[in-house]
């Protein structure tokens, strides 16, 4: 099969066009005929050689997580999909080797779900990891509730993008961190569009004068410390980029393969109250370019790579 792949740590130019083995199919897993895969942050981290002291690396590993795509066989014990299914999947393992930037990818029943019909195939690469990690942050962890003022730092990202909709459809009231040229694409999300960086603190008190009860941080660096101080008594906060919001008293999110909340997500975007943002498609071949764009930051919603 075709795909991309790289032998060795380093920056996108070791990524590699080229054939490999199809991928063996477990019990209770199927085997996916790849239509689009999206690009995450997580993706070049790992080619880098920066999850290394979390997940093993065996050559050659394939990048990519997120999948959209058509089942083409399933293990012996799978009930939950047919041959010709169309389905998502976060396919994250316990190590880097196996992805989706690749014509076939294998992956077990619990990473998948059906794909929403009213979605395109790249539309629907781009849910399952920023869908989940935004959903079980704030649904999981935060516990966010109506009538709370939620603030998704990082809001016009892949992440944070949905993170807004999401709070918004639980009943929440909704600020959200973005470049002014993105402002009108957060109130197009629902929420209330704040400046990034130059004037955060201001902008909220003036939004929020007591404080927000919740914020989601898809930014991370060396914002958490400014973040801390906009949270009302008795606030809660949340990372899903940076583990280090534990120092100052938040919790750490890394979204976790689970296909009930990805259906949840599939029906949500399904009934149009979840929108999937696309900002750039490139064909597999291209792979390296769109890591490269991720790599570069400030992208509206996602970057997606497909295949014929």
């Known amino acids: ?30 085997l996916i005929r790849v239509r689009a895969a999206s690009v995450n942050p997580v993706d ?20 990519g997580w997120d999948v959209a795509g058509v089942v083409e066989r ?17 396919v994250r393992e316990d190590y880097l080797s196996r992805g989706s930037f690749a014509e076939l990818t294998a992956a077990p029943v619990r990473a998948l779900a059906h794909k929403p019909t009213t979605l395109s195939w790249a539309q629907a690469a781009g849910l399952p990891l920023a869908g989940l990690a935004a959903y079980q942050a704030l649904v999981r962890t935060l516990d966010v509730r109506a009538g709370e003022t939620v603030l998704v730092h990082g809001a016009a990202g892949g992440v944070g993008s949905l993170a807004v909709q999401i ?32 004037g955060l603190t201001e902008s909220v008190a003036a939004l929020a004068p007591e404080g927000v009860d919740v914020i989601l941080d898809a930014v991370g660096r060396r914002t958490l410390r400014t973040l801390g101080p906009l949270l009302a008594t008795g606030g809660r906060l ?71």
């Open 1 to 30: 099969m075709k795909a991309v792949f790289y032998r060795s740590f380093g920056d996108a130019d070791v990524l590699e066009v080229g054939e490999l083995p199809e991928p063996t199919v477990g019990p209770d897993s199927v």
């Open 44 to 63: 070049w981290k790992g080619r880098e050689g920066h999850l290394a002291p979390i997940l093993d690396a065996v050559f050659p590993v394939v990048p």
């Open 74 to 90: 399933t293990g012996l014990g799978v009930t939950e999909f047919s041959p010709g299914d169309e389905v998502i999947g976060y």
């Open 167 to 198: 709070a918004v459809g639980l009943g929440a009231r909704v600020l959200g961190t973005a470049g002014e040229h993105n402002h009108d694409f957060v109130r197009f999300l629902g929420g209330e569009p704040v400046a990034y960086r130059k």
């Open 238 to 308: 949340a990372s899903v980029v940076d583990p280090n919001v534990r120092s100052v008293g938040g919790s750490y999110v890394f979204a976790r393969p689970d296909s009930a909340d990805l259906a949840e997500l599939a029906r949500l975007a399904g009934k149009g109250r979840l929108v999937v943002e696309v900002s750039e498609v490139f064909p597999l071949e291209k792979a390296a370019d769109a890591h490269r764009l991720s790599q570069a930051g400030h992208t509206r919603g996602k970057i997606v790579v497909t295949l014929d």
